[in-house]
C-alpha cells in the first residue's frame, strides 16, 4: 500500500459527510444556492445531543479492509454570549494503520442556532507527521463580508490569510447541518446544484446532482436513501475525474449513511455504524 494514500482516508470520510451544501445567510432559497427547508430551531433536522459514527473501509488490489473510524457531534454551546450549535467532526486512522501512517482529524464549527450561519471555524489535522492548524473567524458585516482565516502547516509555517465570503460559503461542518435541512421536494433528478465551501485558505464554487432513491445495506439494517454525485476537488486524494457518490436517509433525519469515493489508487467506502440523540425516530429502514 503507498502510505500517502492513508492520509486521505478520514480526511475522505469528513469530506464525504460535510461537502455537498450551502445556503443563503437567512435559510430562504437563492439563486446562487441549492433549496433547503426553512432554518429554525423548532423544523431542524438534529438536536443538540446527537452523536454519528462511522467506519472507512479501503479497496485497492487485494487490499479490502476497514482503515479507520469517524464521528459527528452536535452540542449547544455559548460564543462572545450567544447561544449556539457547536458540531464537531473527527476522525483516526485504526491502531494496525498508526504503525505504517498515523491520522487524527478534528473539525469544528460553531454556528447560529436561528439559520446555522457559521461564526467560528477550527481545524487539527496530523497526517503521517504533517500537520495542518486552521482557525476562520466570519465577519458578516454587511459590504465586508471576509474570513479571516489563521493557518498553520509543518510545511508553511504560519500565516494569515482573508477568504472572500458570500451568502453561499459554509465551512465543512456547517455544510453538513444543512445538508440536513435539504428539501428534496425542491431538488429535481439529474438537475445540478452549485455549492461553495471554505476550505483551508480557499473557497471552491462546486456542484452536486440528484441521482434519485435508493437502497443501502448496513449492518443497522437496510435504509431508504437519497443518493447524490458530488462533485470533488482534484489533489493529492482526488483525481478529479470522477464523483463521490453519498446516501442520505430517506426520513426526517437526513443521517448520511453511507459513501463511496474513487481516489487516485482504489476506493474509500464509509458507512454508518452507530446513533444516538436523534432529534426523530429513525425510520428510513426497509421494513
Known amino acids: ?37 426553512a432554518i429554525n430551531p423548532e423544523n431542524l433536522a438534529f438536536k443538540a445531543g446527537e452523536r454519528l459514527d462511522f467506519v ?6 487485494i487490499i479490502n479492509s476497514d482503515v479507520g473510524k469517524g464521528y459527528c457531534r452536535i452540542d449547544s454551546a455559548v460564543l462572545n454570549g450567544r447561544p449556539v450549535f457547536h458540531c464537531s467532526a473527527g476522525g483516526r486512522s485504526a491502531r494496525f494503520y498508526d504503525v505504517f501512517f498515523k491520522v487524527r482529524e478534528d473539525f469544528q464549527s460553531w454556528m ?11 481545524r487539527d489535522t496530523y497526517e503521517g507527521g504533517y500537520t495542518a492548524r486552521n482557525t476562520y473567524a ?12 489563521a493557518i498553520t502547516t509543518s510545511k508553511k509555517g504560519d500565516y494569515s490569510v482573508r477568504i472572500p465570503l458570500d451568502a453561499c460559503t459554509l465551512d465543512l461542518p456547517s455544510l453538513l447541518c444543512v445538508l440536513r435541512n435539504l428539501d428534496f421536494n425542491k431538488v429535481y433528478q439529474g438537475a445540478r446544484y452549485p455549492m461553495t465551501l471554505a476550505v483551508n ?3 471552491f464554487n462546486l456542484h452536486f446532482t440528484y441521482l434519485g432513491k ?24 482526488f483525481s478529479g475525474d470522477a ?26 467506502q464509509g458507512r454508518l455504524t452507530g446513533y444516538s440523540g436523534l432529534k426523530h425516530p429513525f425510520n428510513a429502514f426497509v421494513e
Not at 214 to 233: F, I, M, P
Not at 243 to 267: K, Q
Open 1 to 37: 500500500m503507498r502510505t500517502a494514500r492513508l492520509a486521505g482516508f478520514l480526511e475522505v470520510l469528513l469530506m464525504s459527510l460535510i461537502l455537498p451544501f450551502s445556503l443563503s445567510a437567512e435559510g430562504v432559497e437563492d439563486a446562487r444556492c441549492i433549496p433547503v427547508h
Open 112 to 122: 447560529t442556532v436561528e439559520d446555522l450561519r457559521p461564526l467560528k471555524f477550527y
Open 201 to 203: 485558505d480557499s473557497s
Open 214 to 237: 435508493d437502497q443501502k445495506k448496513l449492518s443497522l439494517g437496510t435504509v431508504n436513501c437519497h443518493k447524490l454525485a458530488v462533485q470533488v476537488v482534484a489533489g493529492e486524494v
Open 138 to 149: 466570519f465577519d458578516w458585516t454587511p459590504g465586508h463580508e471576509m474570513i479571516d482565516a
Open 243 to 268: 464523483d463521490m457518490f453519498l446516501w442520505l436517509s430517506d426520513d426526517d433525519n437526513r443521517l448520511p449513511v453511507w459513501f463511496m469515493a474513487p481516489i487516485l489508487y482504489g476506493e474509500v
Open 56 to 61: 472507512v473501509h479501503y479497496k485497492w488490489g
